[in-house]
T-cell receptor
Framework: EAGVVQSPRYKIIEKKQPVAFWCNPI?????LYWYRQNLGQGPELLIR????????DSQLPKDRFSAERLKGVDSTLKIQPAELGDSAVYLC???????????FGPGTRLLVL | AQSVTQLGSHVSVSEGALVLLRCNYS??????LFWYVQYPNQGLQLLLK??????LVKGINGFEAEFKKSETSFHLTKPSAHMSDAAEYFC???????????????FGTGTRLKVLA
């Protein structure tokens, strides 16, 4: 079974530029999560999707961050414009609808210069 | 507010020695508890979890953890460390359950384990 796929793995951009991250969850997983992991910290939830509906986006900085999950499968997380403080690893995870276990992708490491 | 505390951001052990990584949580109700491992430049991999039932939980790679409600702890142990155990370990709790049946994690800040030859 293929795991959670994320791309790109690494991204370097200048501040004020836009950036987008893509996630393909495990097949059949209805729930998708985006996390941000700052250096030396644990992951922090940004947004959670149940199918195509964003059911928890309370931690998403909506002035510059946006996300979508069209058709309830793949998801894209966007930052526009990026700031220096956005440098972090962005992790995507998915879980089956009735399971408490989340499966994580390898993450996208973002560096904003 | 619920929280997770991992004591010791860095732990070093000799190869073959006991590994003990500490995790304490605060929650108004008994939570579900997890340990994840993260190798460099990789995502998080589930080591073990406690939901209900037996409080001593066995996971992959020889790790186990014991849920102690009275101490609000879920410490991770392994009898004999191996060089391949060097990684970062995260304790996580799920203090609430959404109506859909899926869960929201709160992660600790992580403990980096170093294994000395």
């Amino acid at each position: 079974e293929a795991g959670v796929v994320q791309s790109p793995r690494y991204k370097i951009i200048e501040k004020k530029q836009p950036v987008a991250f893509w996630c393909n969850p495990i097949s059949g997983h209805n729930t998708l999560y985006w996390y941000r992991q700052n250096l030396g910290q644990g992951p922090e939830l940004l947004i959670r999707y149940e199918n195509e509906e964003a059911v928890d986006d309370s931690q998403l900085p909506k002035d510059r961050f946006s996300a979508e999950r069209l058709k309830g499968v793949d998801s894209t997380l966007k930052i526009q414009p990026a700031e220096l403080g956005d440098s972090a690893v962005y992790l995507c995870a998915s879980s089956p609808g009735q399971s408490e276990t989340q499966y994580f992708g390898p993450g996208t490491r973002l560096l904003v210069l | 507010a619920q929280s997770v505390t991992q004591l010791g951001s860095h732990v070093s052990v000799s190869e073959g020695a006991l590994v003990l990584l500490r995790c304490n949580y605060s929650s108004s109700v008994p939570p579900y508890l997890f340990w994840y491992v993260q190798y460099p430049n990789q995502g998080l991999q589930l080591l073990l979890k406690y939901t209900t039932g037996a409080t001593l939980v066995k996971g992959i790679n020889g790790f186990e953890a014991e849920f102690k409600k009275s101490e609000t702890s879920f410490h991770l142990t392994k009898p004999s460390a191996h060089m391949s155990d060097a990684a970062e370990y995260f304790c996580a709790v799920n203090p609430s359950r959404y109506g859909s049946g899926t869960y929201k994690y709160i992660f600790g800040t992580g403990t980096r384990l170093k294994v000395l030859a």
